[in-house]
């Protein structure tokens, strides 16, 4: 491990500044893989709702790295035998490394075409790119490690839960950096006592006990983050149209539709046959082109769909309490009846929320728990001990949401039977 | 004037909230022209210096309007006589429209095009447009008040002194903005104070000379984003990378070189011969996903710059006192000799930085003034009353700075002439 | 009522400005009485906890106007039928002088001499005082108004809901600046967004259903201040010395301990007969002297006492889960056999938390709830909505804490009984 | 030097937290001398402007404190070799205790009664105190050293430097904690920045070029909050009347008046004979409940002059460009036959400001300078290189302000001379 003559850092508004301390961190961040992050918002469609979001998985990959190295520098100013320290700049490269395969408007093209950005992370640091290179300058079988660590089955669990556990650096830094963005305030935790509050312990990472009111501070702020932000139901419905824009486009060119625009690496993203390097072409500027110029096809359903994504014409909503299988055939039968296509005019929305997954006995996966240890060195889970984890952990919360073309549904809705026309009218 | 049943909000990281309370506003902010400020960042190619600059010149757009709209709510909870308060919504339009006309990383595209983003706003204004449309709802010469308010020629000199002076919404929104997102605390100035200090008076905005403090503070703060920020020497690097592949493409474009790809509204560009309608197709999602093809291209200059954009490889500097014409002949000379290009692996800049023009005898601009209200009505200029901005007004600070390829200087510096290679060498 | 001639404005860290119209309100924040309040901190002893708690009540005091101000300009703004506008002043000065009874360390001195501040307030507002002049000169029986808004039996409701409810302007404005003070960041709300979504409605202040996320996030920030800063254990151990402090000099006074040193008020205050100019000479500088001075008191006890409190050296605490009678009783009898005090060595403390007391059916005061109005303009209590405020208001935390000098403890604790000797081992 | 098991931590609204490793700062900070700076407030009687302002030294202190061990921290990570290892713990003792002899009010009571606070400093520290026994635990030399670094003739002129120099700890602190607590937002600094940017050099803490910006931006500061907090004229106003408080009871207890209230160490305070015990006795507690029962006292120029500072009725002052000693004397004399007290109820008040002296030719005094090192390890003083320094060094502003008892001015105004009046009239 090569360090730098001289720190270099770079200014960020969440953690003033990040600091850079390896020569691999340096140069993996001027790869042009990690690079290619700063074309990908770290919250997809939500800029839609809150014009401020419009920050970077770059940004975030750096404040994640930045959080980890603040740990691992505790963890050896306080000496904790517990912490190997050989470790320290694989668990860096993890942190920094972990959201390298994201594709632009990650979850909802994830879903549109059953990719995983963790399996596309490993595939370009496994892979012939520049992040690869560098890494195996450190080690012949660094890339693999760096790759394991990502799977969750690298050999000492405890730089996994570094990098992945409900209290990494990772929730930390969005939560924080989201709430900056957005400008709601509920995401202001106290990352210092967190922080501090940490230690390495058998092989995990644990909260002592007096830092328990700090995490519940976090778990409330993430509860209230996914509420006020995460599931928006403006921002549902511009995953919607995303998600249908990717069907559509997908369906028109198995159907060999003609496109009137149509560049790489689209056709191996619409025929699942992306190479790695393909795949680092997909970004959100190219994405937002492509439906640029698709605003001109001739196929209305995606013109449509896609001057509705550009020019921000969402789906309106309505909110209902529950919505049964025979209602929605109802809903669909009427919709085709009065000329709307309920493919593409209709959509069921049903948020749900985990802010934090409570123990059960019997459940192996200690990775997804927060442990607190308490001075008589035992551990406790938390929502054994703090009411207010247990009271948010069972609450299943959100509505179902019915997404629908506003202008369209204004014309016919007279049209309607009585109680699909109940629902829409409100 | 329709007044919207209730308020809309817009949540904002830098106001708190975006209060519209008029339909006309509304209406004019969900247009696809509008929209596609999200498209167009604030600070250009900042974002590869500070990562957090990723805000859209849509948000600052948004600050203004709302800026403009609390120094009108100020002057009429004050019942001020000397404003006109039939002119508010044609203020606030100007106000939320004045940068319509931005093209992507405007700066560099204005200069590489000469094209200029108050012309297009008036173009967009006065053009077939949806936002043409709403303004003309509100009365037919509506579109051309708000085009001559933006040409600062509009029959009521305080609309255009509100929306263009040196103390107006769009400079104080744009330091507040752009020092969130960077992150950079120079910029935070006491807003409250200075709106609250505002006053119309005799045809034009001044300030109660009580506030002579916190101007002095929000002038200062300029001065000192313009030097850590705007005028920092890697955006510049950044900036001309950027110029260069313009000039490039539009001299292959002038030879007939075959493009590898080349989209609408490129052609219309490069021939100066854009629609309005070809104008809005131009976003940065479109000039990324252009440069991310060309780096394919067969031009090894444009192929090359391209990458350095989009891999954020940029250019060297070496700051230097300064440099005569014909030091830079022999420079270019050099590079020849050895192999570089002239013409796009060198270039000078030097920056210059007027944060406040002062009064001259004689000056008539008095737009171009911060004027300060005494208590016994006098006006007078801020600079004869403070050292603080007789002091920085005239500070020409600055050095030049030479841009260069560091990697291909490595490899031909000791070829170069002893001289020449000093300069490079630091 | 009199508007100044021109707005006045008080520089606050919380809201930035305070506004002042009225010169009611003017003249009362210069009277003897008001200014009294900044000799009396808003957190009591909390300073010896969190050094930056030094705010006073006086800046409190000019923080719930202030925010009640907002909130009424909002009602105004918005033409709500339901606010009585001809109320305006009586609810401003209610707010602004509710806290104007508190003494010096209010919640110890209340409960060691059995007074009550909202009585104080409302005696120093009929009594024969500057601010009771000033309010009769609005008219003559403004000053009965304004206490009987302060007794919580004004004949609009809705005025005493203003100043006195679960989310009132007293709640807002201690939340944050308690949180600014301390630097404990639990306590940021969303004011802005919780003023928006208050309304008057029938008679009293009810939330718009979609601010009920704020409103939420205002109870558990409550609910986090409450935990961390004002049950701390160590602000409770130095009440718990001030309290002890207050008994012993009453004993002592009561016996005819001739004091070395004594001034007016305090023998007034042993006796239980404070004039209303007697009570206003108490403040936390005569209280801090007076201890001072008492360090070098005979009576050891008395001595002891001050001498811990000014020099900050404060009891000791443990935990415990439960503790019943008989253990208190065992360990008094331990205390007094190796020559503790157990009168003044040992404090039994049970921290309570009501962060909002939800509905009961049968529930008369309707005074307690926080209603939310729905679209369809139905009232309902949050706590029948909210999954969050339902589960917290069941909480009853907090244990057992047994305060008592820990350096005289460590002297003894060998020759206590097994069972007592296990506690204050810990 | 005996490091703590764990580190204590004390949470500060300024530097987040505030990190004690050595347990020769937690017993120092635990001193009943260090705790009385509880009772002196960090900017005297500006909370009387800035009603936010009750921060005390003691808050100060410990940020003083947290910032030299940050630098200290710094300069050890990056294994700096001109900083003494060696003098780290005597280097904090120093900044921990460097305001450790600050009277009540401090600048007032000093020049009243002719004091130096840090003379009394190095008093307590060499005293029979708390403090002393601490330090002399480390060595029987310590306190010596401790008192030399204040004295600022300490062998080793960097530990000087570190706790006394332009930009030094104590200004950095102060800048940013007076801005926190008035709400006055000028003092923020990017104090992180300016932190990474300071070497030590050749004996002196220096800074590198590269930080000249963040330095000239707090030299900005430090000017506004000179103009803004510190000189700001109702801040003068009660400063005055402070020190025509002492003056009063001087006199009178010189000409053997008879006080009403008067306790220890009032007596040795007027002889000018105090002891280091008595000295610890006077806080601002004890001086408000002096002034509070002064207010009865029978001489009507003191109990006046009590009044007005305990209920906060502050003279008036008017500016004037210029005064000469003639108009002095004329308007005495005016004073004196119109009835009003010249000694007391007129006071000339120059504001004068020197945010940074600059470099003169021959000055030797070295420690008052900034210099910078740029890459060539050359040092030059900041006035040199930044011409913003250079050109806010040179302004004497300010003007003189005459204060005067606004209520009798009234009654006696039409009977001053002419040119007098004229004064008084604005």
Not at 107 to 134: C, K, P, Q, Y
Request: aromatic share 12%; with cysteine.
């Amino acid at each position: 491990m090569h360090t730098l003559n001289e720190e270099k850092v770079f200014k960020d508004p969440v953690h003033n500044y990040i600091h850079v301390q390896h020569s691999t961190i340096w140069r993996l961040i001027n790869t042009a893989e990690f690079q290619r992050l700063r074309r990908i918002r770290q919250l997809g469609t939500s800029y839609l709702t809150f014009h401020g979001a419009e920050h970077s998985r770059f940004s975030h990959s750096l404040g994640v790295y930045e959080i980890t190295r603040r740990i691992i520098s505790q963890f050896e100013r306080n000496g904790y035998a517990d912490w190997p320290h050989s470790e320290k700049l694989l668990t860096l490269c993890a942190a920094l490394l972990h959201d390298l395969g994201h594709g632009p408007f990650s979850h909802s093209i994830e879903e549109a075409f059953e990719m995983d950005h963790e399996d596309w992370t490993r595939r370009i640091i496994l892979g012939d790119t520049e992040v690869n290179a560098i890494l195996a300058e450190v080690a012949d079988d660094f890339p693999v490690k760096v790759a394991s660590v990502i799977a969750k089955d690298y050999v000492h669990p405890i730089v996994v839960n570094l990098v992945s556990s409900p209290l990494d650096a990772d929730r930390m830094d969005y939560l924080l950096r989201d709430a900056y963005y957005t400008g709601v305030n509920y995401g202001t935790i106290d990352i210092d006592r967190i922080l501090r509050m940490l230690r390495p312990y058998q092989g995990r990472i644990v909260v002592k006990e007096s830092g328990m009111h700090a995490v519940e501070d976090y778990l409330m702020s993430r509860y209230q983050m996914y509420w006020q932000v995460y599931f928006h139901p403006v921002t549902r419905s511009s995953e919607i149209i995303l998600r249908q824009i990717f069907r559509r486009a997908k369906e028109l060119y198995r159907d060999h539709y003609a496109f009137g625009f149509l560049i790489d690496p689209l056709p191996g993203l619409f025929e699942d046959k992306l190479s790695v390097q393909d795949y680092l072409k997909l970004d959100e500027a190219l994405i937002q082109t492509v439906f640029s110029q698709w605003t001109n096809e001739k196929d209305a359903v995606l013109s449509e769909l896609c001057s509705r994504f550009m020019h921000r014409r969402l789906y309106k909503y309505v909110e209902v309490e529950s919505v049964d299988l025979e209602m929605i055939d109802q809903i669909r039968r009427d919709f085709k009846r009065v000329g709307l296509n309920p493919e593409y005019d209709l959509e069921v929305d049903f948020p749900t929320d985990l802010p934090y997954d409570v123990f059960r006995p019997g459940d192996e996966s200690s990775q997804k728990q927060i442990l607190l240890l308490d001075r008589e060195e035992r551990l406790r889970e938390i929502s054994e001990v703090s009411d207010i984890v247990r009271s948010i952990s069972g609450i299943h919360r959100g509505k179902y949401h019915l997404y629908y073309p506003g202008s369209k549904m204004k014309d016919v809705i007279s049209s309607l039977s009585d109680p699909v026309s109940q629902i829409f009218k409100r």
